[in-house]
């Protein structure tokens, strides 16, 4: 619904119900990784005028959002400012972008050894096996998350 102007009418597809969750799942994405990146520490920048700014013209979420997505993937950006950004758009929105998603059901214990491989990998530093171990857990329909507290896994949709 953020997507477009609350005075637009929306045309519901389930299409378009898919690509808004896939969205969603990137922006969450991008929130964790400036959130590991500054560890755990958010700031205010002078972006969060221009974020409230939008929303005062007449509720614009299309450019708010739009906002929240440049400044995400802007790596030039201070982590904390970018973390302090989505922590304002969480509250302001009413979206929740640090909310880490296990996958749903139980987790398969192939897929769980594979992940502490992983783990113990990424502690010695060896970033090629880590990184070969995540193709296998994604070739087993799973993406995995380093976050604050440790790897998070999410099933694939699809």
Known sequence: FLQGHYRTPLSFTWEALKAADEALLRLRRLARSALTASGGKASKGGTLDAFTEHLRDDLATPAALAHLWE????????????????????????????????????????????????????????????????????ERGYHVEDGPSGPVLSKIKG
């Open 71 to 138: 400044y995400l993937k802007n790596e030039a950006i201070a982590p904390a400012e970018r973390v302090g950004l989505a922590r304002l758009a969480e509250r302001m929105l009413g979206i929740s972008l640090f909310k880490e998603e296990p996958a749903d059901g139980p987790i398969p214990e192939s897929v769980q050894k594979l992940v502490e491989k992983r783990e113990e990998a990424r502690r010695k530093k060896d970033f090629t096996a880590s990184d070969q171990l995540r193709i296998h857990i994604q």
